[in-house]
């Protein structure tokens, strides 16, 4: 189960991931939650979506549930190293979730966590100096 972080209003729901964007991709979900902080959280890679966009969630309430990203009958020789090291490590499955200042880009340039260019995603932010101060 993905659960909110923080609580706040799920300003977007849509498609995460797809066989028609990588081969070796399945279909996934993503969610993004504005929260009272001013901050959106994109959780992504959901195969099931339990909010919809204009749904107010508290800290700990459900948005989702963990999909299988990586389809690993469809990753060959030509997929990137750190796919099949996954792949071999039985890591098929995994949440990423991303931070932002600002409404994140949904321009289909940046497949989440596979950003490999010279600039980042604008507004983007690192997670884990949000989540350490909370604990989490």
């Given at each position: 189960?993905?659960?909110?972080?923080?609580?706040?209003?799920?300003?977007?729901?849509g498609?995460?991931?797809?066989?028609?964007?990588?081969?070796?991709w399945?279909?996934?979900?993503?969610?993004v939650?504005?929260?009272?902080?001013?901050?959106?959280?994109?959780y992504?890679?959901?195969?099931?979506?339990?909010?919809?966009?204009?749904?107010?969630?508290a800290?700990?309430?459900?948005?989702g549930?963990?999909g299988?990203?990586?389809?690993?009958?469809?990753?060959?020789?030509?997929?990137?190293?750190?796919i099949?090291?996954?792949?071999?490590?039985?890591?098929?499955?995994?949440?990423?979730?991303?931070?932002?200042?600002?409404?994140?880009?949904d321009?289909?340039?940046?497949?989440?966590?596979?950003?490999?260019?010279?600039?980042?995603?604008?507004?983007?932010?690192d997670?884990?100096?949000?989540?350490?101060?909370?604990?989490?």
């Open positions: 189960m993905v659960v909110a972080i923080e609580g706040g209003t799920v300003v977007r729901v498609e995460a991931t797809s066989g028609l964007i990588l081969p070796y399945r279909t996934t979900s993503f969610v939650v504005r929260t009272a902080s001013g901050l959106f959280w994109k992504a890679e959901l195969a099931w979506v339990a909010v919809r966009q204009g749904d107010r969630v800290a700990g309430d459900e948005i549930r963990l299988e990203v990586i389809d690993p009958s469809k990753v060959g020789a030509d997929a990137p190293p750190y099949r090291r996954l792949v071999a490590a039985g890591r098929t499955s995994m949440l990423h979730l991303e931070v932002y200042a600002a409404p994140p880009p321009d289909g340039e940046y497949l989440g966590g596979n950003w490999f260019g010279e600039g980042r995603p604008r507004g983007i932010l997670p884990g100096a949000y989540l350490r101060p909370s604990g989490v």
